[in-house]
Every structure is written in structure tokens, then in C-alpha cells.
């Protein structure tokens, strides 16, 4: 029984997912040539920019990078906050 | 004939291109194809000790490039097969005695007398590899289910997509099916999904490569072994034909798949 319990909570743990989990970051990184610390900058830079312009709640922005086969995308999800009605 | 020049390449060293190279140059001839492969790797000379041939060679690629010899004359025909030829590496000459329009120039020699000119490329990014990919109409980059391997192959895909050689296709060297199956090797879905480019073979993991390899006899040979017939698949995908890819978990026996059901975690 401890068998089967074992097995259903250590499959995500087992190397092979935490090998595929490392190398979809890595290959990221080395393909777009950005770090990932290169990478938050650009969040930063980018919602400071867009913050300029409209108000947003930086914690709902989710800003990701996709992809389609060998292409990359960086998406940007960003919920504008209603503005203030001006009279 | 109008050869197609095939260059096989990966990166990371280590991973089986020379083998690789070696098995589907014998598993073309095999099938009566005219086939003649190049040892691209000037220093490190490795693919005659694969096929075999080492003891046969007089003349090598570098001899040929700086006019020393013919090029019929640096080109050892392997005797166990109708049409295989080897032109091998020098073993001592500087790297750079070879340039991407040298090897442009003596592939288009050979050309009209095979159908395939096979390419075995070095490891690295550096020159031999420049040297290898320049006259390909096609490159098969070969990786091992690893890390540091799919990180290279990676690399070096996007360097063939640059030099225009692309798309690249996929072998998937060593895989072993039990490790995979217990979730502690990346199985062939996981590195096609990361690397986004055309599989044409898996080749499990197989003692007979190495005991083969020993002998200088290489695995495609006599077909018999699992690495063997994965190699000769490849082949004839090469040549068109559409072949299923081999089930690597066929030879698993009825008690294997009770231990397994009964104890999932385990071997």
C-alpha cells in the first residue's frame, strides 16, 4: 500500500520531470539569449512603462514566455484597473 | 547518381555520432545503396576504428585537400559490403588545413558517383563542425536522453537553422526503456516536445553497440541486435520509406509487467 502512495505523490518529484522542467527554462534562456534575471527587468521596465500611461495592480499582471515549436512568445495578461471617472 | 550529403552532428562529444555515422553509412550499403563517409573530425580521427578499417588507411582528407593524392586513392573501400567507402581524418595535421569550401568541393566530386555522402561531424561548434555542415543537403543532429546532451543539440540546431540547413532531424541515441518507464530518464515524447524538430530514430541502449564496436564489425552488420534494427529503420526512413518506430518496450516479459504492477515504484 505505502508502495502505491509513494509512487502517486513521487511521480512529479522523479528526475526525469525535474530534468524536462530545468531544460524548458534553460533552452529559454539560451535561445532568446535573456537570463533570467534579464528576464524580471524586463517585467519591471515594462510595467513601469505602462504604469506611465494606465493604472495597473502590478500582482495581477502575468507576463510568460510561449512556445510554438522552436518560436518563442512573450505573452503579457495585464487587467487594467477602471479609472477614476473625471467630472 | 545525384548523392545526398548527410552530415551528422550533435554538439556535445560522447553522444554516438561517430557510431551513429557508421551504422547508417553499413545499413545503406546494406540496403545496395552507394555510400561513401567522410570523417570530419581532422586530429581526432575515430570513424575507420568504428568501421574497422583503421589498418587499411595510406592516405586521409587532409592528403587529398592539399593535392598529395587522388581523391580515389584516400577512399578505402570496406570489403564486407558492395558500395561502402571510407575517407578518413588525418590524425596529425592542424585543424585548419580544411575549409567549408574544400569539403563544398569535394562532396560535389563525389556526387555523381553515390547516393549518399555521410558526413561525420566533431563535437563543438567550432570549424570542423563549419567544415561538416557546409556542403549538407541534410543534418541529423544525434542526442542522449541528458541534460547537457538536449541543452547542446539545441544549440547546434539553431546553428543549422542559420547556415540554412534546416530543418535538422532528431536520433535519440541510448535511451533506456526501464529507466524511462520508472520516470528517471526523459523519454523520446520529452526531448522531441523540448527540441521542436523531426524525429527519424531511437536507438536504445544496447550492449551489442559496444561489444560490436569492439570488434570493429559495427551493430547494422547483421541486423540482428535492437540498435542494430533501429539503425537499418532509420535508413530506410532516410530512402523514403515509412517505417513505424520500434516499440522499446516489446521485449519486456509478462513477469516484468506483474513486478512492475505490483511494486510501481521499483525496478
Given at each position: 500500500m505505502a508502495g502505491w502512495l509513494d509512487w502517486l505523490t513521487g511521480q512529479k518529484n522523479k528526475s526525469a520531470g525535474q530534468a524536462k522542467d530545468r531544460l524548458k527554462l534553460v533552452l529559454i534562456n539560451d535561445r532568446t539569449d535573456l537570463s533570467p534575471a534579464q528576464l524580471d527587468e524586463m517585467k519591471n521596465e515594462l510595467l513601469a512603462v505602462i504604469m506611465r500611461y494606465v493604472p495597473i495592480n502590478p500582482d495581477e499582471v502575468n507576463i510568460t514566455m510561449s512556445q510554438e515549436g522552436r518560436e518563442h512568445r512573450l505573452l503579457a495578461d495585464i487587467p487594467l484597473k477602471p479609472a477614476a471617472r473625471k467630472r | 547518381m545525384a548523392a545526398k550529403v548527410l552530415t551528422i552532428t550533435s554538439g556535445?562529444?560522447?553522444?554516438g555520432k561517430t557510431t551513429t555515422t557508421a551504422n547508417l553509412a553499413v545499413s545503406l550499403a546494406r540496403d545496395g545503396k552507394k555510400v561513401v563517409c567522410i570523417d570530419g573530425d581532422i586530429g581526432l580521427r575515430n570513424l575507420d576504428v568504428v568501421l574497422g578499417l583503421e589498418n587499411r588507411i595510406v592516405y586521409d582528407l587532409v592528403d587529398v585537400i592539399e593535392g598529395r593524392c587522388r581523391l580515389r586513392q584516400a577512399m578505402i573501400r570496406d570489403?564486407?559490403?558492395?558500395e561502402l567507402y571510407l575517407i578518413p581524418a588525418a590524425q596529425?595535421?592542424?585543424?585548419?588545413?580544411?575549409s567549408p569550401s574544400d569539403m563544398v568541393r569535394l562532396t560535389d566530386d563525389l556526387r555523381a558517383e553515390f547516393d549518399w555522402v555521410i558526413i561525420d561531424s566533431p563535437a563543438g561548434i567550432e570549424r570542423g563542425f563549419r567544415n561538416a555542415i557546409a556542403p549538407a543537403d541534410m543534418a541529423v543532429v544525434v542526442t542522449n536522453p541528458e541534460v547537457s546532451a538536449v541543452r547542446d543539440a539545441d544549440r547546434i540546431i539553431g546553428l543549422i537553422e542559420a547556415e540554412e540547413k534546416g530543418p535538422a532531424r532528431l536520433i535519440i541515441n541510448r535511451v533506456n526503456p526501464a529507466m524511462v518507464r520508472r520516470g528517471e530518464m526523459l523519454s523520446a515524447e520529452d526531448v522531441i516536445e523540448l527540441l521542436a524538430i523531426e524525429l527519424i530514430g531511437i536507438i536504445p541502449e544496447d550492449e551489442s553497440v559496444v561489444i560490436s564496436t569492439n570488434k570493429g564489425q559495427?551493430?547494422?552488420?547483421?541486423?540482428?541486435?535492437r540498435a542494430g534494427e533501429a539503425y537499418h529503420n532509420i535508413a530506410r526512413r532516410l530512402n523514403g520509406e515509412k517505417v513505424p518506430f520500434l516499440n522499446l518496450d516489446e521485449k519486456e516479459g509478462l513477469f516484468q509487467k506483474l513486478a512492475r504492477m505490483i511494486k510501481p515504484g521499483g525496478n
Open positions: - | 556535445k562529444g560522447g553522444v570489403k564486407r559490403l558492395p596529425t595535421r592542424d585543424k585548419n588545413a580544411v559495427p551493430v547494422a552488420l547483421d541486423g540482428k541486435s
